[in-house]
């Protein structure tokens, strides 16, 4: 048994401690939003918040989780940090088949609460580790940046 | 916890150690790559003791938890291992692998075992017996096999506290981010009145084991900018000779003639 807080409640988790953090995300917890895409830490799709850092849930065992504190998509999606990041991407079309957002938008936080005024390499920097294949990254850049503009207060 | 044990202090994980069959978990950025399901993991992120960056009248000791995020935001860390740190995978791999994972793993490719060999750490490694300081390069044996006994914890890595500041750090990798080193090469001169008090180069990912060869770099000690000019031919053909790229995704002969590149860039910023 393992118990930590997910997205702001105390859970037990039956998974033994080898398991991997993704694995139980997705089949026990159903927390689906954290997806898996290469499971060796390449590709940032798996993406979640451990005690306020972003890590990769696929290269994360379950017994160094005990006592932590997890924040996945479907825990940050309430906040109004994710409203403003949701606008922002929306607005330059930041995203097209939406694989990779759910780790982008937590890297994207994490960049943002760590500096609420980023310069464009700093958040180029910030989502290094995420892969897209989709946009070409300007406009998650971009993104990013508007929020950081528009969000003036929440981060 | 079934399959693992959490350690929340080093007596602790010590005792468990002793007398379990564990694999010792740091971060688990390499360890879960190839995640074993019937591993036993001994938890270290939250052993207090290995968690700490702190100096002493001699050494910056560096727990060997602590992520590369915390060597990056320590105060007292080396410049030449923030770098280096600063180059390693991306954010959320920083945050969660270890410099000790990242030493005990055992590859040449290690991108801080790389500037603790050219800094000449020291490891201190500690069982439920006792403990022994060693220098790293006497803890690897080759690639992917270090001399850490089973009942034995990497605890610190000692570093020294002066004579880094005037360094060298280049890694060659395919990428800016989450790059694997092709080539990777690290040193630190010393200039004191005049004369070259220290020189130490390590180059990475060419052998099985970090090149570090001190009994070449002492051509150079002791000897002015001058003379170590007129030395040079010498210094750079006995690298030369030592540095025999095994065999790898790209080719030796590429490894072979950035690591020289490397090492004449080091010397010519030097004024060598």
Redesign the interface.
Same mark, same amino acid.
């Given at each position: 048994?393992?118990k930590f807080t997910l997205n702001s409640q105390e859970v037990i988790s039956l998974a033994?401690? %080898?398991e991997?953090l993704l694995d139980v995300l997705r089949n026990e917890f159903s927390l689906t939003g954290v997806k898996c895409g290469c499971?060796?830490? $390449?590709c940032?799709a798996c993406?979640v918040i !451990?005690d306020g850092? !972003? =890590? %990769?849930s696929?290269? =994360?065992?379950?017994?160094?989780i $005990?006592?932590s504190t997890l924040v996945t998509i479907e825990g940050y999606r309430g906040t109004d940090r994710f409203a403003a990041l949701a606008k922002a991407y929306a607005a330059v079309s930041a995203v097209q088949c939406g694989f990779c957002i759910p780790g982008m938008i937590l890297?994207s936080e994490?960049i943002l609460a760590q500096n609420p005024n980023p310069t464009e390499a700093e958040i180029r $920097?910030?989502i290094?580790? %995420?892969l897209c294949r989709c946009t070409g990254y300007n406009a998650i850049v971009e993104a990013i940046g508007i929020a950081a503009k528009g969000g003036q207060g929440l981060w | 916890m079934v399959n693992g044990y959490q350690a929340t202090s080093l007596k602790e994980a010590l005792a468990i150690l002793a007398k379990e069959a564990v694999t010792p978990y740091g971060g688990g950025t390499d360890l879960m790559i190839a995640a074993d399901e019937k591993a036993n993991y001994l938890f270290l992120t939250k052993v207090p003791e290995m968690k700490n960056i702190v100096e002493d009248k001699e050494y910056i000791r560096i727990g060997a938890a602590c992520t590369f995020t915390d060597i990056i935001e320590s105060a007292l860390a080396p410049a030449i291992l923030k770098e280096a740190g600063a180059q390693i995978a991306a954010p959320a791999i920083r945050n969660l692998g270890t410099v000790g994972g990242n030493i005990c793993n055992g590859s040449p490719k290690a991108d801080s075992a790389l500037i603790f060999f050219a800094t000449d750490a020291k490891l201190r490694l500690v069982s439920s017996k006792g403990e022994r300081v060693i220098p790293i390069a006497e803890f690897y044996l080759g690639n992917r096999k270090t001399s850490l006994q089973a009942n034995e914890l990497l605890v610190e890595i000692l570093m020294k506290r002066t004579g880094l500041s005037n360094y060298y750090y280049k890694k060659v990798g395919a990428r800016a981010a989450l790059a694997i080193s092709r080539v990777s090469f690290a040193a630190v001169l010393n200039v004191e009145q005049g004369k070259i008090v220290a020189c130490e180069t390590a180059f990475g990912a060419v052998s099985d084991v970090i090149i570090r060869r001190a009994d070449i770099d002492a051509m150079l000690v002791g000897k002015t900018i001058d003379e170590a000019k007129a030395v040079k031919e010498d210094y750079l053909a006995a690298f030369a000779q030592v540095i025999v790229p095994i065999r790898g995704r790209i080719s030796a002969e590429y490894r072979k003639s950035v690591c020289m590149n490397l090492l004449c860039d080091f010397l010519e910023s030097n004024g060598i």
């Open positions: 048994m393992i033994k401690a %080898n991997r499971k060796e830490g $390449e940032g993406s !451990l850092r !972003l =890590v %990769n696929c290269l =994360v065992a379950m017994g160094h $005990e006592g890297a994490c $920097e910030g290094s580790g %995420n | -």
